[in-house]
């Protein structure tokens, strides 16, 4: 039996599959089953699959296009391992991974269901290095949720298996934030640890879910609905994805809803100087038009791009 299932959710990434699933197979641990699910992929997926010869390898399709969070609840289903893995299919690791998280894991008490890692930051396009994201938070870090997703992307973390038979398994009713809601419920329940060193390398692309500025509103409702007194308990938290989700309004050219937003950012919590700035921001589109914040949200971009490989952490998530 494998001591630690991988599980690769996947869909239409033929070009960037075969990366993952070597970075997998290059690992300095031995001991683990690839669990790749295709959800109803429509490119080459099933050809770079039947470029492996390793019996680890275990392929799932799904018959139709279920979404990310069924197609992690059909690896964790159909895993043996008494640990879970997640590698995202355009991201990778690097060959100590899972030796690091497995040998704390196994050090460690029952109370501390997961290990996660920091990770370099690339982009895909050009293959520079933009920086690191470093982990800060460890122990019960519950309180710590409200804020922000201090655990990050899932192809950092190492699971016990018995996190999704406590915490339940991703919830498929959200498009977007589906690893920050499963962070939450097992935060709840278990405590997390880390290891500081990047051991992931994720990508930055065009083709990526977090580019859908409408999918990303909508998983962030989502969140705040389901959540709801979990944030609010935390006014400084409640705040922040207010503005949070009044700037994606913003972007999607819903103006109205983004002053309510960033409005009831500021009624909510008051002392921080962002949700007034946001709230111009917003203010500043209607007043000033597209073509004008087009032309400022470019040049910041660029000013960025020029600044950015000297800054010590990148947050993407």
Wanted: charged share 25%.
């Amino acid at each position: 039996m494998p001591r630690v299932s991988v599980i690769i959710p996947t869909r239409n990434r033929a070009e960037l599959l075969h990366a993952a699933m070597t970075s997998v197979l290059n690992q300095s641990f031995r001991n683990f089953e690839l669990i790749v699910v295709d959800d109803h992929s429509e490119d080459d997926t099933q050809d770079v699959l039947s470029l492996f010869n390793d019996r680890r390898i275990k392929y799932i399709r799904h018959n139709v296009n279920r979404g990310e969070s069924a197609s992690r609840n059909t690896g964790i289903t159909h895993s043996e391992g008494d640990y879970i893995a997640f590698l995202d299919d355009d991201d990778q690791w690097l060959p100590e991974k899972l030796r690091l998280q497995f040998d704390l894991m196994e050090k460690s008490p029952p109370i501390i269901g997961a290990v996660y890692s920091g990770f370099q930051v690339i982009d895909m396009a050009h293959g520079i290095t933009l920086g690191e994201w470093v982990p800060k938070k460890r122990g019960n870090i519950y309180k710590d949720m409200a804020l922000d997703n201090f655990v990050g992307t899932p192809s950092t973390v190492l699971l016990r298996k018995e996190c999704f038979c406590r915490a339940g398994l991703f919830d498929e009713d959200i498009a977007y934030t589906l690893d920050y809601d499963m962070w939450i419920r097992i935060s709840k329940e278990f405590h997390f640890d880390y290891i500081k060193r990047p051991l992931v390398k994720y990508h930055l692309h065009e083709d990526q879910i977090s580019n859908n500025l409408e999918i990303r509103a909508r998983g962030k409702e989502a969140l705040l609905k389901k959540y709801g007194p979990f944030f609010t308990s935390n006014r400084k938290a409640y705040g922040k994805h207010m503005l949070d989700l009044g700037l994606l309004y913003r972007d999607q050219q819903e103006i109205g809803k983004a002053n309510a937003a960033c409005l009831k950012a500021i009624k909510v919590y008051p002392l921080r100087g962002g949700n007034y700035t946001g709230l111009m921001k917003c203010l500043g589109y209607a007043l000033l038009g597209k073509g004008y914040y087009t032309k400022m949200k470019k040049f910041k971009e660029i000013l960025s791009a020029l600044i950015r490989p000297h800054k010590s952490a990148v947050r993407k998530f």
